[in-house]
C-alpha cells in the first residue's frame, strides 16, 4: 500500500478507494519530537525565515517520508501552496493538484473530484462505497464532540487531537475507530465539568504544542474546535460532493461564519479564541470575524512549534479571568 501525503483535507475516500494510505503532512509534522528543526531544515534548503511556519513544516515532512506523491490543495487553504509544490517538484516529489471552487460551484467540485478518481483510477461506486465506511467513524468523532460540550466529560485536547485526526484517520481507520470508541467510553465514566469558561477556538490548528492544557489550568475549557470539527465532516449527506460542500474551511469566512455562528450559540460558548498563523493572509479574515461575532474576542498568533510562551500565557490569562469575573455578575 502507497502513501499518498496532502496539504489540507481533501476528499480523502477516493484514496481510501484505490487501497492506498493518506497522510496528513500537517499531523506528520507538528506531532513529530523534531518538528522545531523541520523549520530549520527548510530555512537551510532557502525558505525565506518570514514564511508560515506549517509550510516549512509541510516542505520538510514531505522530503522525509516515504510518500509516492503529494496532493496540493491549490485554491481553498494556503496562498502560498503553489510555490511549496514547486519546490518539492524540484526535489523530484510527484504533485497531485486539487481544488475547492471559490464560488463553492457544484459542477467544478465535480470535476476537480472526478479528475482526483482518473489519477487514483476509481469510480464512483468505490468511492461511495469507501464514504460508507468512513462515514461509520465519522458517526463516533459525532458523539465525542457532543460529549464535549452537551455532556461536558470530553476535554478541548481530546476534541482537538481526534476530530483533526479523522483528516486521514491517523492512515489506519480501524485503528483510529478503536481509539476514539476507547476514550468515548472512558469520557462517559467522568463527571462532568460544569463550572468553567466556555471556549470557542477558531482558525487553523494551533502550532503551540500545549495550548488545551494550559486553558484548561486557567479554569477554562474549550468545546468547539472550529476547524477540527469541519475536518470531522460534522454535517451527514449521501454523496461525497455534497459532503464537501458542506465542508466550509474551503469557502472563505462567509461560509465559515454560516457554520460557526450556530454553533456558539448551541455550545453556549462565553468567548472565543481566534487562532492566526504569523506570515498567513488568514490575518485579515480577523476583521470579519470581529465584526460579526458579538462575543468577547481574543486574537492570538503563533509563530514556530513549541509550548505556549509567556506573553500569550499572560493574554490567555487575562481573558479568561475577565470573562469568570462577566460570569460572576451575571
Request: glycine content about 6%; overall charge negative.
Amino acid at each position: 500500500m502507497k502513501k499518498i501525503g496532502f496539504t489540507t483535507s481533501i476528499p480523502v475516500e477516493i484514496i481510501y478507494a484505490a487501497g492506498q494510505v493518506p497522510v496528513d503532512l500537517n499531523n506528520l509534522f507538528i506531532n513529530s519530537s523534531r518538528a522545531l528543526f523541520m523549520l530549520d531544515l527548510a530555512e537551510e534548503a532557502g525558505y525565506p525565515r518570514n514564511t508560515c511556519g506549517w509550510i516549512k513544516g509541510l516542505y520538510t515532512a514531505a522530503l522525509e517520508t516515504d510518500i509516492q506523491g503529494v496532493i496540493a490543495v491549490m485554491q481553498g487553504d494556503c496562498s502560498n501552496t503553489q510555490a511549496l509544490m514547486e519546490t518539492l517538484q524540484m526535489q523530484g516529489r510527484e504533485i497531485i493538484p486539487f481544488a475547492y471552487p471559490y464560488d463553492r460551484d457544484p459542477e467544478m467540485l465535480r470535476l476537480y473530484v472526478e479528475k482526483l478518481m482518473a489519477y487514483f483510477s476509481v469510480n464512483w461506486d468505490q468511492v461511495l462505497q469507501a464514504k460508507k465506511d468512513l462515514d461509520q467513524i465519522r458517526q463516533h468523532c459525532r458523539e465525542l464532540d457532543r460529549l464535549t460540550w452537551q455532556e461536558n466529560v470530553v476535554t478541548g485536547a481530546e476534541n482537538h487531537y481526534f476530530l483533526v485526526s479523522s483528516s486521514d484517520f491517523l492512515g489506519q481507520p480501524q485503528t483510529y475507530e478503536q481509539e476514539i470508541k476507547a476514550c468515548i467510553q472512558m469520557a462517559r465514566e467522568r463527571e462532568p465539568n460544569l463550572d468553567e469558561v466556555r471556549l470557542a477556538y477558531m482558525g487553523v490548528p494551533p502550532i503551540f504544542t500545549n495550548l488545551y492544557e494550559s486553558i484548561e489550568a486557567m479554569g477554562a475549557r474549550i468545546v468547539y474546535n472550529e476547524v477540527q470539527h469541519q475536518f470531522s465532516m460534522p454535517h451527514s449527506s449521501d454523496h461525497i460532493l455534497d459532503q464537501y460542500l458542506a465542508y466550509t474551511y474551503p469557502y472563505g469566512a462567509f461560509a465559515r461564519l454560516k457554520d460557526i455562528l450556530p454553533e456558539l450559540e448551541k455550545r453556549n460558548v462565553d468567548g472565543i479564541i481566534h487562532y492566526t498563523q504569523t506570515f498567513c493572509f488568514r490575518q485579515i479574515e480577523d476583521i470579519i470575524y470581529r465584526s460579526h461575532i458579538k462575543k468577547p474576542f481574543l486574537t492570538l498568533e503563533g509563530d514556530k512549534p513549541g509550548k505556549v510562551d509567556a506573553r500569550t500565557r499572560m493574554r490567555l490569562e487575562s481573558f479568561v479571568n475577565m470573562l469568570k469575573m462577566r460570569g460572576k455578575g451575571r
